[in-house]
Structure formats: structure tokens, C-alpha cells
């Protein structure tokens, strides 16, 4: 007996209609920004063997992996990023492309969540990557488009946070810690669990990359968080304080003062993927950041080109989902006119229909042969006017 | 702008509950609607524009985590077993227990090959401290007293909350090992620690200074 045919499986789901329009209508903002800005789009494929997503400078654990075996019996992966295909990309095919390199890509990912979690399995992320150049020049570049596309998504109230990597890395490198110690260290502020930082930190009196580490994982907010910082960070760090505040400012140049946060406290999830500015976008009614990026200059050494790179992506279904809420779940429009063809009119409805949708309406053509039939199926598509087409001519009717 | 919005704290029913009710009114909060909630879920709590919602322990997590509720109070046992992303900024101290490891008292848990049998309520928790020490156990789960397992020789030891060891005591069995301490915990959605950074943190100061 068939148990699951008329299921999805979890964390999948069919979007009808509205959602449909909701989502393409959030791919095609994002790609017209990212395409007026000259990127050139990837696509890459669905499925990549294991080994792509499996690097020294970043990996995805085997339970967040949707996984089967190619017809060889290698392990292939359901693509859980678009990022390392990218860079796949860079050491083969763009090898020789022409740097700084700017693409965009907009595909769907697929993730597979705890269980019940409520989050999607499968969602559709568009993001850009700019690979070599300036980094001082490609990571403006990256966050005022990124803060763009926060500003072009249309929700009442959106956040753009900055940070940089280099904080927490330089801060931690300097405790002596064993590998295990790091990690729990990494959770810790990734957390911002306080109370487990504090209490491991403890073992660090008088040590002021500690008591720094302390002090930072709290440090968030606006502009007042730069000279708080300033008192408490060590030497060394004063570099990557100076250039996150200058970003900041030059972002607030560009007319993004009122948006943009800075966290002090950004922990890469996965050990040392991020080596610099990072950056994430935050709207009212999701509860996880809806756009996440940053620089990643290690990544694409592993498939065998040094350069540099930056970039973001960002979850279309989220903000698909937060613009049909808004809109009380009403994106599309209904049809001007639908179009009722008496027995022997088919080919003069068809031509009517036409006629109307070359003059620019939208004209639904009912695939019925009763015309009571079609006046409740023009009124249940909420469609106001049904033209009947007769062989004495074209009659027009409003839907009651 | 976001700083006068409305706040959402979910607290987990129970005596979490009864301690964070406490809590607020130390710190000068009207709990009335709190004290007589009747059968209500979501409750009021007048002149802070803040809504308090009961729930199950590990449904704290779910509302936080999606953000249907900016904070929350939940046990780190909860914590431990669910697992999620959100931060954990405040140990409450209150609710405080342990996980331990219990066997019949007398046991050698550890002594002999063959690979152990523990019963939990919690599978996640016991598998973690287990793989930590590198130790292949069969995991039993059970949803009542598992203090019964042992005594039914269905497993050689048991994973769970230990208060006084009274329970344990009287069924003749003894904590072997601690696992990890437990105490109440300030959960906060991630996007509202930074949409409502303000709120959270004056509330968070408030009912820290109110311990």
C-alpha cells in the first residue's frame, strides 16, 4: 500500500500561486540589481560529488547532507551551497577568466534540518561572488550591494549588520588553546552563551585577549559600539577596528546610517571560513538572518587557485514569505476578462482572447462548453468581466 | 523605532515558571494576570508592552528559535537535549539539578566488554557524553520514571536529572557520575537580539540584578 503519495517530504513544501509570484517576484528584483551592477550568472548543477563541499577551509557535517550514490557508487550530494561549486568553478572552467570576476547565481539549496525543526529543507538562494581584486574595493562593493538588496526587499523594517572575522581569530589564537578547547571557545561566543564564555575565559586572568574576547561577544549596536572597543581591545587589533569603522562610515555615507548595526562579537560557524568583513541581513518576522556573507579568501585555494573572495546570498522563501504576509497573502492579480466560446466559437474565442491580449489585458479563455458553468468559474477566479463569444458576435457580461 | 515594540518572553510551565513569575515581581513587574491565568496561555503583563506565553519546556526552544517569541526560560537540560540556534546570554540559577549517571548501587558500570545498556529521557544528551568518552552504549529511550529500567534489568545504568538522589536512593540505585550541571537559562531569538537590543538587554540587567 502506498503510505506518502500524497505527501512532501518534510521541511519541502509546493508553493502555489501567490507564493509563486512572491518568490519570482523577489528572484527578479535581486537579479536585476545584481545584473545592473554587471555580474554574470552560474548555474551550477543540483548534484556535486561529497568531496566539493568537504574542504580544509570550510565543511558541511554528513547530517545536514542530503546524500545517495552516482551510478559508480561515489557519494553525490543534493548542492547544500552555491559558494563551493563557485569555487570549483574558479579552479577549472573560470581559471582563466578575467579578475576581478563577478557572478551571481540564484538556485535552490538543499539542507537537511533536525527534524520538526520548522525550517525548509529546500529554499531558493540568490547571491553574488566577487572573486580576486581589491579587497578594501570588493568588500565595499559586496556590503552597499548587499544593503541594496535589503532595501529593495520591501518589508517594513530591516536591519544590515557588520562585523569581521578577524576579531575572534586573532583575539583566540592568543589564549594557547587546544583544539577541542577552541571549539567549545567558538560556540561559546557564537552563542553569545555569556555565562559558559565567561566562566572558560576565567582561566585567563590579567590577559587582555581574554578579557577582550569577554567584552566583545557583547559589543553590539551602532556607532557607539567603536570607541567602547577601543578601550578594550589590545594593539594588534586596532587594524581591524579602524577598517570595520571605516566601512561603517562609508556606508553611512551612502545613505545607510539608519540600517546598519555593527556586531563586534561575529563568530564563523564553521572554524576560520571568514577571514575578514562579514555581514548579514536581518528582517522584521524571521527569526534567522534572511542574508549572510562576508569575505572568504581561503576557500577557493583549496580547488587550486589563490585569490580572494567575497560575497553573500540571500534566502528568497524567507523574504518571499515575509512580502505575502505583509500583502495578507495577495500578490496576483486576477484576469481582466474570461472568455466563453458557444459550441461552433472556439476558433473566434481563441481569436478574441488573443486580440484582447495584444491590446495588453489579461484574458483567461474558460476551457468550458456551459455558460452558467463559466460564470461560476469566472466568479470563483475572481475574475469581473466574461465575454461570450456567439456566432451573431461578442457579448460582454459583469460577473455577479 | 523597534526599541517601545512589544516584547514576547515564553517561559516553561511548571516551577521554571513559578521562579521567573517571582522573578518579575522582585523586579516590580504586575504579575497578577500571571498569578490568575486560569487556563489562559497568553498573558499580560501591564505598563512593560510585554506578553508572556507558557509552554512546554522544548516548545520554549521551537517559538524562540523561529522567533515567535523574543526570550525565553528554559532548563539547560532542554537546552542539552533540543539542541537549535539561538543565544544563551543569562544562567537564572535557579532550577538547579544535574545530569548524572546512576546503576544499581554496587555496579561496576564501566568493568567487563560487553557493550552497556542506558535508559534516558534523554537519547541526545546520553549519546554526546558517551561518544565523549569514545564508549559504544545501547540507548533506551523512556518517557515515565527510568529509575525502573534498571530494577527491570533492561539497562545497566540510567542518564537523568538528579535533584536530592532521594528517588534514586529509594530504588537502590547510586550516582555513578555527574554529567553536566543544570540550571534555568535566558534563551534569545537571534534577529530580536539585534532588532530589540535595548529591550532585551534592560530586561536581562533587571532580572539579573533581581536574583
Redo the contacts between chains.
Keep these: 500500500m502506498k503510505k506518502y503519495d500524497l505527501l512532501t517530504p518534510e521541511g519541502t513544501r509546493d508553493l502555489i500561486f501567490d507564493e509563486c509570484a512572491a518568490l519570482r517576484s523577489v528572484g527578479e528584483t535581486l537579479r536585476g540589481i545584481y545584473t545592473s551592477h554587471g555580474y554574470s550568472e552560474v548555474i551550477t548543477p543540483g548534484l556535486e560529488f561529497f568531496d566539493v563541499f568537504n574542504n580544509k577551509s570550510r565543511h558541511y557535517s554528513q547530517e545536514v547532507l542530503y546524500k545517495l550514490t552516482d551510478g559508480k557508487g561515489r557519494l553525490v550530494v543534493m548542492r547544500p551551497d552555491s559558494t563551493m561549486p563557485i569555487a570549483r568553478l574558479m579552479g577549472t572552467r573560470l581559471r582563466t577568466a578575467a579578475i576581478p570576476l563577478k557572478l551571481f547565481y540564484n538556485q535552490t539549496i538543499y539542507r537537511a534540518n533536525?527534524k520538526e525543526?520548522?525550517r525548509d529543507d529546500e529554499f531558493y538562494q540568490s547571491g553574488v561572488e566577487i572573486i580576486g581584486g581589491d579587497v578594501m574595493r570588493s568588500d565595499m562593493e559586496a556590503l552597499s550591494v548587499a544593503a541594496e538588496v535589503m532595501g529593495s526587499l520591501g518589508v517594513d523594517?530591516y536591519?544590515f549588520?557588520i562585523g569581521d572575522s578577524g576579531f575572534f581569530t586573532l583575539l583566540s589564537s592568543k589564549l594557547g588553546m587546544k583544539e577541542q578547547e577552541l571549539d567549545d571557545l567558538r560556540e561559546y561566543a557564537l552563542?553569545?552563551?555569556?555565562?559558559?564564555l565567561d566562566s572558560m575565559l576565567a582561566q585567563y586572568p590579567d590577559n587582555i585577549y581574554a578579557a577582550a574576547l569577554s567584552k566583545l561577544t557583547r559589543l553590539?549596536?551602532g556607532r557607539e559600539v567603536f570607541p567602547e572597543a577601543e578601550k578594550i581591545l589590545p594593539e594588534e587589533a586596532m587594524p581591524v577596528l579602524k577598517r570595520l569603522e571605516e566601512v561603517y562610515d562609508n556606508l553611512c555615507a551612502l545613505g545607510m546610517g539608519g540600517e546598519v548595526?555593527v556586531?563586534l562579537g561575529f563568530v564563523s560557524k564553521t572554524e576560520d571560513y571568514y577571514t575578514g568583513i562579514v555581514f548579514k541581513g536581518?528582517i522584521?518576522?524571521?527569526?534567522?538572518?534572511v542574508l549572510t556573507g562576508g569575505r572568504y579568501d581561503k576557500l577557493i585555494a583549496d580547488f587550486g587557485v589563490d585569490t580572494p573572495a567575497t560575497g553573500f546570498a540571500v534566502n528568497e522563501n524567507a523574504v518571499a514569505n515575509a512580502l505575502l504576509k505583509r500583502s495578507g497573502g495577495i500578490l496576483l492579480p486576477a484576469s481582466d476578462v474570461m472568455i466563453y466560446a458557444e459550441d461552433g466559437c472556439v476558433v473566434e474565442a481563441i481569436k478574441h482572447c488573443r486580440e484582447l491580449i495584444g491590446k495588453g489585458l489579461k484574458a483567461e479563455y474558460a476551457d468550458l462548453a456551459d455558460k452558467s458553468e463559466a460564470e461560476a468559474y469566472a466568479k470563483a477566479r475572481g475574475v469581473a468581466k466574461l465575454h461570450i463569444v456567439t456566432k451573431n458576435g461578442i457579448t460582454e457580461e459583469q460577473v455577479q | 523605532m523597534s526599541e517601545n515594540k512589544a516584547i514576547r518572553v515564553a517561559l516553561t510551565k511548571g516551577r521554571l515558571e513559578k521562579d521567573t513569575v517571582g522573578l518579575f515581581e522582585k523586579m516590580g513587574f504586575d504579575v497578577t494576570e500571571l498569578k490568575e491565568k486560569g487556563r489562559r496561555l497568553i498573558l499580560n503583563i501591564p505598563g512593560q508592552n510585554m506578553e508572556v506565553v507558557l509552554a512546554k519546556a522544548a516548545d520554549v526552544i521551537t517559538y524562540v528559535e523561529l522567533g515567535a517569541c523574543d526570550i525565553g526560560v528554559v532548563g539547560k537540560d532542554t537546552i542539552l537535549e533540543h539542541g537549535g540556534e539561538y543565544f544563551e546570554i543569562a544562567d537564572l540559577g535557579f532550577g538547579r539539578c544535574r545530569f548524572a549517571l546512576a546503576t544499581k548501587k554496587g555496579l561496576d558500570f564501566y568493568g567487563g566488554v560487553g557493550v552497556k545498556t542506558v535508559a534516558t529521557k534523554y537519547p541526545n544528551v546520553t549519546r554526546r557524553f558517551f561518544e565523549s568518552k569514545r564508549m559504544d552504549v545501547d540507548i533506551v529511550k523512556i518517557e515515565g520514571s527510568v529509575e525502573l529500567a534498571p530494577l527491570l534489568r533492561i539497562a545497566d545504568g540510567i542518564v537523568d536529572i538528579v535533584e536530592t538522589g532521594t528517588t534514586l536512593k529509594e530504588n537502590g540505585l547510586a550516582v555513578i557520575e555527574d554529567v553536566v550541571p543544570i540550571s534555568a537559562r535566558l534563551i534569545v531569538n537571534t534577529v530580536s537580539m539585534k532588532l530589540k537590543k535595548e529591550r532585551i538587554e534592560q530586561l536581562t540587567e533587571m532580572m539579573k540584578a533581581a536574583l
Design positions: 533536525p525543526s520548522g523594517e536591519r549588520e552563542s553569545k552563551n555569556y555565562p559558559a553590539f549596536g548595526t556586531d536581518y522584521e518576522g524571521y527569526g534567522m538572518p
